[in-house]
């Protein structure tokens, strides 16, 4: 299919303006050496960040406090977990629940 042919059926399918078309013909020309260029530059993100070490540090802090691993031994004869730990921690078992939750999937994060 020649390129002549190929900007007409473009054309008809997403109607293109004529100076769209051109801003597209130059776009083409300098396409593989720029996106070449551009991931050479890319560096992969670090895995451990501020906000993931805030996170696992949080939760580390948390289990230590309030005894986190004894708590559930101690408690684990009600069927619902949260429910388990309420009498314990009343209004603060969700926010140490979901800081624990965080701190294992930043945790997570690190490993792959």
Avoid: C
């Amino acid at each position: 299919m020649d390129s002549s042919r190929a900007r007409q059926q473009l054309r008809r399918r997403f109607l293109l303006l004529p100076d769209a078309e051109a801003q597209l013909d130059r776009e083409g020309d300098a396409g593989p050496e720029t996106s070449t260029a551009v991931e050479k530059k890319e560096k992969p993100l670090p895995r451990l960040n501020i906000h993931s070490g805030f996170w696992i540090l949080a939760s580390i802090v948390v289990t230590y406090y309030v005894d986190f691993f004894k708590t559930l031994k101690e408690n684990f004869h009600t069927s619902s977990f949260n429910i388990a730990l309420w009498h314990v921690w009343s209004f603060f078992t969700p926010l140490l629940l979901f800081t624990q939750f965080m701190g294992v999937v930043m945790f997570i994060t690190l490993l792959g």
